[in-house]
């Protein structure tokens, strides 16, 4: 594993940035909001929030669906927070406090049939990252109680990571505005882990744009929009081998589960002013100790003045 991080981590490197005679043209922004209060379980637990958000460039002349390898460039910007599931008087045994935010450069290609992917991510954890004093302020706001100093003091401690991913995917027309996309996926540093599944799309809107996938939950989330309305729906799911997380260390005593499991679904709407994407994702449980699984929310809103 670790000369698969090293070999992707060289290739990512020669991602070139382009001369003056290369000019890159702007695709758009993707973005996506995750947390367990979009559903009808509001609780901080867990995989409790998530905001990301892409920004896309090509090369001048280059296309989603036939751009070569450092083409096609995403700029990732992700923050995560990941708690017990009180964040009070967490239980013994229970997942420590986690923050992280993550810096990317992710290209996305295409190789024959293969939509695929390789990015490098540089991943800040612990209180450097100002993620606590945040939530703890937002619940302040709205009355509710942040994270205690005993949960804080437990947290994953200040550090930086490094991050390789890889994924490999094809879409197949299924019918009139049905595709499915079988996929896997490789990660190594910040967690360590191999991935299997599939999503399929239903219907017109949405339909062969350029789509990247949220780490936490797997929702695909579309880079711009293109002209036109109407609705579309996704389902998806996953499984995953787990070698290793940092959010998961063993001087926590906290022992991690071996796979994970996700399902998901959503649904895409666009009128003339306004589109949205709301998802719901079922997460399995990620540490043995861990009472049950989760569903969490996700939600991108997208305004035209």
């Known amino acids: 594993m670790r000369g698969f991080i090293c070999l992707c981590f060289l290739a990512t490197l020669l991602i070139a940035p382009p001369s003056r005679g290369e000019p890159r043209d702007f695709v758009g922004v993707g973005r996506l909001i995750t947390n367990d209060a979009l559903t009808t379980v509001v609780d901080d637990r867990w995989r409790t929030g998530a905001a990301v958000v892409s920004v896309v460039k090509a090369r001048e002349g280059a296309a989603a669906g036939d751009a070569g390898f450092g083409e096609l460039i995403e700029f990732r910007f992700r923050g995560e927070v990941i708690t017990p599931e009180n964040i009070v008087t967490p239980a013994a045994g229970d997942r420590p406090y ?12 295409q ?8 990015g490098v991510d540089v991943n800040v954890t612990g209180p450097q990252t100002g993620l606590a004093t945040l939530q703890s302020a937002i619940h302040d706001t709205i009355s509710v109680s942040g994270p205690s100093a005993t949960t804080l003091a437990g ?14 995917g094809r879409s197949f027309a299924m019918g009139a505005h049905i595709e499915a996309r079988p996929f896997v996926e490789v990660q190594g540093g910040l967690e360590t882990l191999a ?13 062969g744009e350029l789509k990247l996938r949220d780490a936490a939950t797997g929702q695909r989330y579309v880079v711009g929009r293109r002209d036109g309305t109407g609705w ?16 998961l260390p063993s001087s926590s005593g906290v022992v991690a589960s071996d796979t994970r499991t996700r399902v998901r679904a959503g649904v895409h709407w666009k009128g003339r002013n306004l589109g949205v994407f709301y998802g719901v994702t079922w997460l399995s449980e ?11 929310g996700s939600l991108r809103l997208d305004l035209k003045f």
């Open 155 to 168: 947290q994953i401690p200040d550090g930086v990571h490094p991050s390789v991913t890889f994924e490999a």
């Open 98 to 109: 986690a923050a992280a935010l993550s810096f990317g450069l992710h290209t996305h290609f």
């Open 195 to 207: 991935r299997v599944g599939g999503d399929i799309h239903i219907g017109r809107l949405a339909l």
């Open 286 to 296: 990620e540490f043995v100790a861990q009472r049950e699984a989760q569903t969490v």
């Open 232 to 247: 579309a729906g996704v389902i998806g799911a996953d499984v995953a081998y787990v070698a290793d997380s940092v959010f």
């Open 111 to 118: 190789a024959r049939a293969l939509e695929l992917s390789l």
